[in-house]
């Protein structure tokens, strides 16, 4: 049974659940050199945000296979070493969505109405009712840097309060802003027409200190800015120098550059509301945490790809339902692929088609690729690294969309070019399992799982009981079969799905069968 290592507290609806699937060890608060001895035994590692997940722990953990984030960002973890490596990071980015959605807007309320500073003079038994003259977030504009799964949530809310809302999202289209009301424009503009500016862009290279002086001098005077998304993207000394001037009417933060502040101006500021970066703090937002980061481990222990993969495809949630089935499908069609062309292969064609030419296709490249490679490299191959070693190993691959289909929802098909010409393979998805329906021209339907045993022999009379009568004399249970021709008496194929693998001398007994062209057993 697959290990897991917990090292900070998750919530205990995540650890039944990864409990149902492995043994999970809870070691908290373990130093490096503790960390760097107990790893070895471990294939997945679970932490949140104080445990770093550097290259040399990294390196230690020779069973890991999948590093699971309880949290948002990954910044704890070498990604770059972790792919290197074929190990898969998941996190649970959508977990705190509308926790820290709601906190943005219930900031935003509190600067409105002065909502702590008016219970602060309260407390210390004043009645100031004329000092706290507060103004209605209706009719105001509010701009959102970033409309991702955060912003959007903001967005949604912000139109109860009838506030007219502008975003700066360099990838997400006109279409997709008009469904939730929003209006699209450049940095520039959002910062120049905005009453409120909330931040929901993560922290990378290329947002660090976005909110200068520069940028903090386009904004309007009197302007509100709200940070609850990550400490770094706001130069926090321009932004003492901007509402220590007048220029910004007010500041609510949840996040800092570095946490907690230390010796920070804007602690105290009256003009600054702030909080302990509460955003993912609700029991709802940690239980789904838990949960999220449990599923993605326990998938990708599984050899799936879980929803939420850093290192890997991103399935939108919209089209995890058409995806998933299509991704199990394409490892096992690549394995049987890679299994049954044993010809030098020039390069490969992956065909989408139906429902599959209609969404993120590359999910199931990544699947086809993993199946294609598995057994053929001393590393262990998966979603995250196949690419890589693809890259490495000089494959062509093709790709090509087709919307029509008639006969099933979606095919993926794989076409492997040799010299002798194409090998072409069919699959679909029937009732959610994966099925191979096309091998070879042969149109034979079976579940790619398991161990198989096929043949390619001339379609005659007893031949494929004495197939059965030597797997029988060899004690191999045969579970299924499924048998396709293109003509009556030419060749035809045998697909025979049996509970355990079939042995190399009962394949050659079977070879050596008149009629049997070429037998050869499969292990998916």
Do not use: C
Request: glycine residues 10%; negative net charge.
């Amino acid at each position: 049974m697959d290990r897991i290592l917990v090292t900070e507290k998750i919530a205990p609806a995540g650890l039944e659940i990864l409990q149902q699937g492995a043994e999970v060890d809870v070691k908290l608060n373990l130093d490096k050199e503790a960390l760097l001895q107990t790893l070895p035994e471990y294939d997945a590692l679970v932490v949140r945000s104080a445990t770093k997940v550097t290259a040399e722990v990294i390196a230690a953990g020779t069973r890991l296979r999948v590093i699971g984030r309880a949290g948002t960002g990954v910044d704890n973890i070498d990604v770059d070493a972790a792919t290197q490596r074929g190990i898969m990071v998941v996190n649970a980015p959508a977990s705190n969505n509308v926790a820290v959605a709601e906190l943005t807007i219930g900031l935003l309320l509190a600067i409105a109405r002065q909502v702590p500073q008016a219970h602060l003079s309260v407390q210390e038994g004043k009645w100031e009712r004329t000092k706290f003259m507060g103004w209605e977030v209706r009719d105001k504009t509010l701009g959102l840097l970033g409309l991702g799964r955060i912003g959007s949530q903001v967005a949604r809310r912000a139109r109860g309060f009838e506030m007219h809302i502008l975003a700066y999202d360099p990838v997400v289209s006109f279409d997709r802003a008009g469904q939730l009301g929003v209006e699209i424009v450049a940095i520039e503009e959002l910062l120049e027409r905005s009453d409120i500016v909330s931040i929901h862009v993560p922290l990378v290279d290329g947002t660090r200190n976005l909110i200068n002086a520069e940028m903090i001098a386009r904004m309007q005077p009197g302007a509100v800015l709200i940070n609850a998304s990550r400490g770094g993207i706001v130069d926090e000394a321009a932004l003492l120098e901007a509402l220590n001037s007048g220029h910004l009417g007010a500041a609510a933060l949840d996040v800092f550059a570095k946490e907690p502040p230390e010796n920070s101006a804007l602690i105290g500021h009256p003009k600054v509301i702030h909080t302990p970066h509460l955003g993912a703090s609700t029991a709802e937002a940690q239980e789904q945490t838990g949960t999220d980061v449990a599923e993605g481990i326990l998938a990708a222990l599984q050899g799936g790809t879980p929803r939420y993969a850093v290192n890997a495809a991103f399935v939108a949630p919209e089209e995890w339902h058409v995806l998933q089935p299509y991704i199990r499908l394409g490892t096992s069609m690549g394995m049987v692929v890679q299994q049954l062309v044993e010809e030098p292969v020039r390069s490969y064609d992956i065909e989408y088609k139906g429902e599959l030419a209609e969404v993120d296709n590359m999910p199931v490249r990544l699947a086809v690729l993993q199946g294609l490679l598995t057994g053929t490299s001393e590393q262990r191959v998966t979603p995250v690294n196949a690419p890589l070693i693809a890259r490495d190993r000089g494959m062509i691959i093709a790709e090509y969309t087709t919307p029509e289909l008639e006969g099933y929802s979606g095919l993926l098909v794989i076409r492997a070019h040799t010299a002798n010409g194409p090998r072409e393979f069919s699959g679909t998805v029937l009732r959610g399992e994966p099925f191979i329906v096309q091998t070879d021209g042969y149109w034979v339907s079976f579940i790619p799982s398991g161990s198989l045993l096929l043949t390619y022999h001339h379609d005659q009379p007893g031949i494929i009981g004495r197939v059965g009568t030597l797997l029988g004399e060899a004690d191999i249970n045969i579970s299924g079969m499924y048998v396709g021709r293109r003509a009556p008496r030419e060749r035809a194929m045998m697909v025979l799905t049996v509970d355990e693998p079939v042995p190399a001398d009962a394949v050659n007994e079977v070879r050596a069968l008149p009629g049997v062209d070429y037998a050869v057993a499969l292990t998916l």
